[in-house]
């Protein structure tokens, strides 16, 4: 990598960094924070909604399977969005997570946490208002994270996309 492109990357994270510091000391002082305009606001939509609609796109490109959507507002505070799919093995599992992380990150400006990557049995990407769940098939069976999310007595399954 060239010196300009590692002090452009450094400039964007400092950017993200102070961007997360500032909210922080508004949000501690009492002050709500005003969040910045961002690129991918759409028509009414909100952010969180643009950003499960890119991944779900995502996921369908790299023929993720068993898509699941379920929503988490208003039963968790640490997403909007949670989305669990399958890939046939763990190269492809590692492959949907890396595509998927570089999309969100070049079209939409999102810095997402990744886990489990270099393993390939379960990633977890983290994407702030969207949880992205990645598994092998044998390990999305074992875990059933889906069922951990459903009503009590529910015998339904979350919102699938096909």
């Known amino acids: 990598m060239s010196s300009v492109g590692t002090l452009t990357t450094r400039h964007l994270e400092g950017n993200v960094l102070s961007h997360h510091a500032e909210a ?24 969180s909604d643009v950003l499960l609609e890119r991944i779900l796109f995502s996921l369908e490109e790299d023929q993720a399977e068993n898509v699941v959507v379920i929503d988490l507002r208003g039963k968790s505070e640490m ?27 070049e079209e ?5 946490k990744v886990e489990g990557k270099d393993a390939g049995d379960w990633v977890l990407i ?7 769940h990645v598994f092998r098939p044998e390990v999305r069976e074992f875990y059933q994270l889906e069922k951990m999310w459903l009503p009590l007595g529910g015998s339904g399954q979350a919102t699938t996309k096909v």
Do not use: N
């Open 24 to 47: 922080a000391t508004q949000t501690a002082a009492g002050v709500a924070p005003v969040s910045a305009p961002t690129k991918f606001d759409q028509a009414g939509k909100t952010p």
């Open 126 to 132: 983290d994407a702030g208002d969207a949880i992205v």
């Open 108 to 112: 939409l400006g999102v810095y997402s």
């Open 79 to 105: 997403a909007d969005h949670m989305v669990v799919c399958s890939g046939r093995s763990s190269r492809q599992v590692s492959s949907i997570s890396e595509k998927l992380v570089e999309r969100l990150k």
